[in-house]
């Protein structure tokens, strides 16, 4: 389920290219210079890394989409009874809402990347600045949203706990705690 939407097979794209980075550099600082082994290793896994970075772009191009079906469709969770889930419904939607404004401003920074140029310097600061808060602004809510979740299964699971045999009260089955 986690794969199947473009979120997870991006977060997925996203750790793997960065692994890749980190691959990279550490065996750009501890393979020999001179060895041609060596070099195609260290150029196979930049290539992957690049690769793994290009799908990400592209898949992203179209995420706006999924953010926006979170944002407009009906959730009960903005209704339930419990404050946490509420919570964490919005966090998810001040999330999605981040990453719509987010996608397109780092579509813009990539082409002017691959493209100098494209976008004049007092421009692209400013979009540079911006696409940083929305991206923290996204961390901060999604962790928010897993904290609240996780708290609430946590105090789901200590209710549930206090209770045996099909909802009595512990010590009331016929006498007997379990």
């Known amino acids: 389920r986690f794969l199947s939407g473009i979120w997870g097979a991006d977060k997925v794209y996203r750790s793997l290219a960065y692994g890749s980075k980190i691959v990279s550099y550490h065996l750009s600082q501890h393979m020999p210079a001179n060895s041609e082994r060596a070099k195609h290793i260290l150029t196979t896994v930049q290539k992957v890394g690049s690769g793994l970075s290009m799908t ?3 898949l992203r191009f179209f995420m706006g989409i999924d ?3 979170v944002v407009a469709s009906p959730n009960a969770e903005r209704q339930s009874s419990d404050w ?3 919570v964490a419904s919005r ?3 001040i999330s999605a809402l981040s990453m719509i404004a987010y996608n397109p401003l780092e579509m813009a920074l990539w082409v002017n990347y691959m493209s100098p140029g494209t976008m004049p310097e007092h ?3 400013p979009v ?3 696409t940083m808060w929305l991206w923290v602004v996204n961390l901060v809510m999604d962790i928010s949203s897993m904290l609240l979740r996780d708290r609430l299964a946590a105090a789901q699971a200590t209710r549930a706990g206090a209770f ?3 909802g009595s009260a512990v010590g009331e089955c016929g006498g007997v705690a379990r």
């Open 56 to 58: 990400r772009y592209c």
């Open 67 to 69: 953010y926006a079906l």
């Open 84 to 86: 946490r889930l509420r």
């Open 91 to 93: 966090c998810d939607d």
């Open 123 to 125: 421009v692209s600061t």
């Open 128 to 130: 540079e600045l911006a």
């Open 164 to 166: 045996d045999c099909h």
